[in-house]
């Protein structure tokens, strides 16, 4: 119904700033929220941030605000995830995922996932 498909992602250094991008096809109408998560090996996916299609301020997780940002450009259906500052500990493949309710910052909230996209911050 939704596919997600995100790009933007490779290997940096610390410091240095990246832009993933989130573009979204099909029934995208019957989305109403968007998110972006990460997962490091042999970790727990994270939520990271989330913004809504009609307005609204976006939520972020604690250790990202100052560096992160989550945008959308609605005409284009796409999402974005821009990081400055990057750390290693940002290094996961980071996902885009669609809700067709309220936004959340859990898993559950979510109904569509994107196949995710490497992130790789070297020291």
């Known amino acids: 119904q939704v596919q997600l498909v995100e790009s933007g992602g490779g290997l940096v250094q610390a410091g240095d700033s990246l832009r993933l991008s989130c573009a979204a096809s099909g029934r995208t109408l019957s989305t109403s929220a968007m998110a972006w998560f990460r997962q490091a090996p042999g970790k727990e996916r994270e939520f990271v941030a989330a913004?809504?299609?009609?307005?609204?301020?976006?939520t972020y997780k604690d250790s990202v605000k100052g560096r992160i940002t989550i945008s959308r450009d609605a005409a284009k259906n796409t999402v974005y995830l821009q990081m400055n500052s990057l750390k290693p500990e940002d290094t996961a493949v980071y996902y885009c995922?669609?809700?067709?309710?309220?936004?959340?910052?859990?898993?559950?909230?979510?109904?569509?996932w994107g196949q995710g996209t490497q992130v790789t911050v070297s020291s």
């Open positions: 913004i809504s299609w009609s307005g609204g301020r976006p």
């Open positions: 995922a669609a809700s067709i309710g309220l936004m959340t910052q859990t898993r559950a909230g979510y109904r569509y």
